[in-house]
């Protein structure tokens, strides 16, 4: 076996990736490898790096408009970001990262896979940039997580949080930060049911609409 060979990707990844599998496994095998070495995926993760990690980011494309740009906040080693953009050509997608070694393998990385993407070195909390969708997964509690990402959306946009399945109790833990925030609307989705034996965790939030004066009673 080759030194970079990862294990296989599952049958479902063809649905999800279409053309783009051999850029996905080309990304899988850069995880498992340069990844591991600079230190931005556990070495543990190798084994469940198509179904944990990849096919679980790529099945929230099923929450983002066509065409719609998007900021992937904390991305890390791309995370959701290459995946959604491998899975949905039609997107423009922005990976943000504040940490100079992530920013570095992911200018290395982006250029292999064949996929028009920006990399932006930012705290999220600083950036400039605006979007449709801000994605995100495991980059903070939620609270902190809507006061760095809601002031990034355009009008008429959404955050989408990756989030573990306890999300419903995290947005309770946090509601004084969420009013703080205007109490944004936190709705809670599961994605890739059909394709994944556990569904991904999504948490699709917006600012709530202000009432326009003499609109209601
Ligand atoms: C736990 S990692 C998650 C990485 C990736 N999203 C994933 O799921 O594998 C959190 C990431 O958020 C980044 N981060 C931390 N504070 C941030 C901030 N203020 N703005 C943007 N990103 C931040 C970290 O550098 C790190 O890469």
């Known amino acids: 076996m080759d030194s970079r060979e990862t294990c296989p990707p599952p049958p479902v990844a063809g649905s999800v990736f279409g053309d783009r599998l051999p850029a ?26 198509w179904v944990r990690h990849i096919v679980n980011c790529a099945v929230i494309e099923e929450l983002i408009p066509q065409g719609a740009s998007v900021i992937d906040v904390g991305s890390g080693a791309g995370l959701p970001g290459i995946p959604l953009a491998l899975a949905r050509p039609d997107l423009e997608v922005m990976l943000m990262e504040p940490m100079e070694r992530r920013i570095r393998w992911l200018e290395m990385i982006v250029p292999q896979l064949g996929i028009q993407v920006d990399v932006r ?14 994605t995100s997964r495991a980059l903070a509690p939620i609270g902190k997580l809507l006061a760095w990402s809601l002031p990034l959306v355009r009008p008429g946009g959404r955050v989408v949080a990756m989030k573990g399945r306890s999300i419903e109790g995290e947005v309770r833990k946090h509601r004084r930060e969420l009013a703080e925030l205007g109490n944004p609307v936190v709705e809670v989705r599961r994605c890739g049911t059909g394709i994944l034996d556990e569904p991904a965790t999504v948490a699709v939030a917006y600012p709530r609409r202000r009432r326009r004066r003499g609109s209601g009673p």
């Open 24 to 49: 996905a496994h080309r990304y899988v095998q850069e995880l498992a490898t340069t990844g591991v070495q600079w230190g931005l995926i556990g070495p543990r993760e190798t084994d469940r790096l």
């Open 121 to 134: 070195r930012a705290r999220a909390e600083e950036a400039t940039d605006r979007a449709d969708v801000v």
